[in-house]
């Protein structure tokens, strides 16, 4: 049990609402990657003289207005947020259930029945994303929604409990917030410059063709491709994933530190524990509320239209 992997405690509507996600996000990202492609390269085929160029700029704004047409109409964002809010949701839910952690420590402290409360969690996970695309018909009937690995690792020792999960879930969680946030803080940084320069490009060629160095009207086009890098980085959110998932990075290193010192031939040991991983999975529910709050804002707007 000690080697026990948290794919196998994961029960199957994670991976269901994490398929949904992961599709979702790569629809969202490739169809407006190429809007935007197609919106730039109208601007460049608009730029030049000639009736071709003007045919093709058409060429390229139907294209767009296509997409943009599939990309409401099939909302894969909301699927995206969706499906990685009630994966994330789910997963918290299965590791406090399998290391008795916060309400699931054994009893007197808390409920006798772990297996009932882990119950009554999950449809209140459940009733908040019924109707969901992310979830589908799993929302009604979950399978096996209390996987053999986790009342396995619920039933050994707290030493066990503890490398399981500080192995498991705290470093494979620190390690991808941390690449994750040096990732999107450098995007942040480039796009940041790009921003910058693209304007000042833009500056100096409207003075170039003041002046009549060249008669190519580049002004639409750098100003296209700018509007296409701001886009893309409020699509992307890179700043501030950058800052969430650096701070939740720090929050799991401290708690990591403080489960590694837990002394375990305490009277309180079981205790202290449930409420140590319990804010382990606050850190990572904290930065995983952002994914809600998306998909709320963007069920409103949908409403809205």
């Not at 589908?136 to 619920?154: D, F, H, S, V």
């Not at 750098?222 to 980085?233: D, E, G, I, L, M």
Request: aromatic share 10%; charged share 25%; proline share 4%.
């Amino acid at each position: 049990m000690g080697r026990v992997r948290e794919r196998e405690l994961l029960p199957a509507l994670f991976w269901t609402a994490d398929s949904a996600s992961l599709q979702g996000q790569r629809r969202s990202v490739l169809l407006s990657a190429w809007e935007l492609v197609l919106l730039v390269a109208a601007a460049v085929f608009g730029s030049a003289d000639g009736e071709p160029w003007a045919w093709s700029a058409a060429v390229a704004y139907l294209g767009a207005i296509g997409l943009a047409v599939v990309i409401s109409r099939q909302n894969p964002q909301g699927l995206w947020y969706e499906g990685r809010a009630a994966a994330e949701s789910v997963k918290t839910l299965a590791w406090k259930f399998a290391v008795r952690a916060d309400a699931f420590q054994p009893p007197p402290r808390t409920l006798p029945d772990a297996e009932g409360l882990y119950s009554f969690q999950l449809g209140r996970v459940l009733n908040a994303f019924r109707g969901s695309r992310a979830v589908g018909a799993a929302a009604e009937r979950p399978e096996a929604p209390i996987t053999a690995a986790m009342r396995g690792l619920r039933d050994q020792p707290l030493a066990v409990r503890r490398e399981v999960y500080l192995r498991e879930r705290i470093l494979v969680q620190h390690d991808w917030y941390r690449a994750k946030a040096r990732y999107c803080a450098r995007a942040g940084f480039w796009t940041g410059v790009l921003g910058v320069v693209l304007p000042g490009l833009g500056l100096v060629l409207a003075v170039l063709r003041a002046m009549g160095e060249f008669g190519y009207d580049a002004l639409g086009t750098v100003s296209a491709v700018a509007a296409s890098v701001t886009a893309w980085a409020q699509l992307r959110q890179y700043r501030p994933l950058a800052a969430a998932y650096g701070l939740a990075a720090d929050e799991l290193e401290l708690i990591r530190d403080q489960l590694a010192r837990l002394d375990l031939g305490a009277a309180d040991a079981e205790e202290v524990w449930a409420r140590l991983a319990r804010d382990a999975e606050d850190a990572v529910s904290r930065e995983h509320t952002t994914w809600q709050a998306r998909r709320e804002v963007r069920g409103t707007t949908d409403r809205d239209h």
